[in-house]
């Protein structure tokens, strides 16, 4: 069973940066699309940022140039740093995997389709 715990929420100003972590304690194959979800309560998980062994990466508009996702294989992390935070960027911020034999386009992944998920870590911007 893989854990991923995330860390480095927290309560920042608008236009103030923060960088998400998300370590996992093991990678089981190989392969592997990764990525961040949000959600804020009453409103569906949303996804911002996917990457993954297929080196793809993409992010949803509204974080687009704001935010970088990154991954370390060699240290099983995947990191988020979010620059110029907007109040709307406040919600809980989740990470996802899923590992994989073969070849799998991480992009049109559904959330359904990440095994493994964190617990979450609060991001609060105030304007």
């Known amino acids: 069973q893989v854990q991923l715990v995330e860390s480095g929420g927290g309560s920042v100003q608008a236009g103030e940066s923060l960088r998400l972590s998300c370590a996992a304690s093991q990678y089981t194959t190989d392969n592997n699309c990764m990525a961040w979800f949000r959600q804020v309560p009453g409103s569906e998980r949303e996804v911002i940022a996917i990457t993954g062994t297929d080196g793809s990466t993409n992010y949803a508009e509204s974080v687009r140039g704001r935010f970088t996702i990154s991954q370390d294989n060699s240290k099983k992390t995947l990191s988020l740093q979010m620059n110029n935070l907007k109040p709307e960027d406040t919600a809980m911020y989740y990470c996802?995997?899923?590992?994989?034999?073969?070849?799998?386009?991480?992009?049109?992944?559904?959330?359904?389709?990440?095994?493994?998920w964190g617990q979450g870590t609060q991001v609060t911007v105030s304007s």
């Open positions: 996802a995997a899923t590992f994989f034999w073969g070849i799998r386009r991480c992009a049109v992944l559904s959330a359904s389709e990440y095994k493994y």
